[in-house]
């Protein structure tokens, strides 16, 4: 039977699991293997963003997922996890900063020891509304985490505000990425690479707002 067959997804044979729901350690001590390697991809995971963005339980629409790197270190047993094409789209860098430190607190959640985790932050810009913004203060990056001596040029498909058919019939876009890195200095074998990506269409863009124009210099140097 192929594993990918509905009767043999829907069969006793399979468990199904929720990745947001509320973390709880898990406590059987029947060994389990471990994984090499997990890999998740939230491109299309709307409620994910707005979880990461907005780590509320009593706001409106709160799914859980800022459980969700904790759960899957939980029931599936590995010490590396990726996160690819997490992505936003907005016009307001702090927003961005938001999730920077959303995400500390997302990554620090449950068991660390020995735990390497890579994510993938994509920020799409919203030029229409850039004049809705206005602050006078800069950007500033949380304190725990370091930026890299990294940058590339990366080419990907873009993301659009919102789910859309044909997804392999998107623009490619020229992204700028740098690197940034949490290590605890009580905690040296747990990290937290986060590469962010921001479009190089940006530097074309006329921004007023300091905080957004502060964000985006420090992808400048490398456009």
Known sequence: MDICDTQ???????????????????????????????ELNLRDSRSCARDFQYPDPTSHGYRGFDNVIANIRNLFPTDRISSKEFNIFTHDAGIALNVFSNLR????????????????????????????????????????????NHHSIFYHREFPSKNVEGQDKLRRMKWICKRFRIQEIENKEFQFNV???????????EIADTRTKSFIKIFEEFN
């Open 195 to 205: 590469n962010v990506f921001l479009p190089v269409e940006v530097f074309g863009f």
């Open 8 to 38: 043999w997804i829907e069969s006793e044979y399979v468990s199904k699991v929720r990745l947001n729901d509320p973390y709880e350690p898990f406590t059987d001590d029947s060994p389990l293997s471990k994984f090499e390697h997990v």
């Open 105 to 148: 607190k997302i990554v620090q959640l449950g068991n660390r020891e020995h735990l390497t985790v890579n994510f993938q932050f994509f920020i799409g810009y919203n030029d229409s509304k850039c004049s809705e913004i206005i602050s006078d203060k800069e950007a500033e990056i949380p304190a725990e985490y370091i930026l890299l």
